[in-house]
């Protein structure tokens, strides 16, 4: 899996975690944020393909802003479901959008 690939993935399982906020609390703030980081990380995978530096740095901000949001969350309560999840996607976002600036 190449690094750009892990941004799309990232950025569908955003998106499918932010509906089904919306869906089971019906939580628009849930909505908005899944469907913004969502498409602003596919965005960051198509863009590392054709300007790695861009998309890598995009990448890995936007994954740094969610682990910003969900790890202290996550430590605090120990739940898996979203925190946990969230949490762990984006500190391998981070680490993703690193090794691929540095590997381009």
Do not use: E, Q
């Amino acid at each position: 899996m190449r690094y750009s690939d892990y941004f799309v993935f990232f950025g569908l399982v955003s998106l499918v975690l932010g509906i089904l906020g919306f869906v089971k609390a019906k939580s628009r703030a849930s909505l908005f944020a899944g469907g913004v980081s969502g498409v602003l990380l596919v965005v960051a995978g198509m863009m590392a393909l054709k300007n790695p530096p861009v998309g890598y740095v995009v990448g890995a901000v936007v994954s740094g802003l969610l682990m910003g949001r969900f790890l202290p969350v996550f430590l605090k309560t120990k739940a898996w479901y979203p925190a946990g999840i969230m949490a762990v996607l984006s500190v391998l976002g981070v680490a993703a959008g690193v090794a691929g600036y540095l590997n381009r």
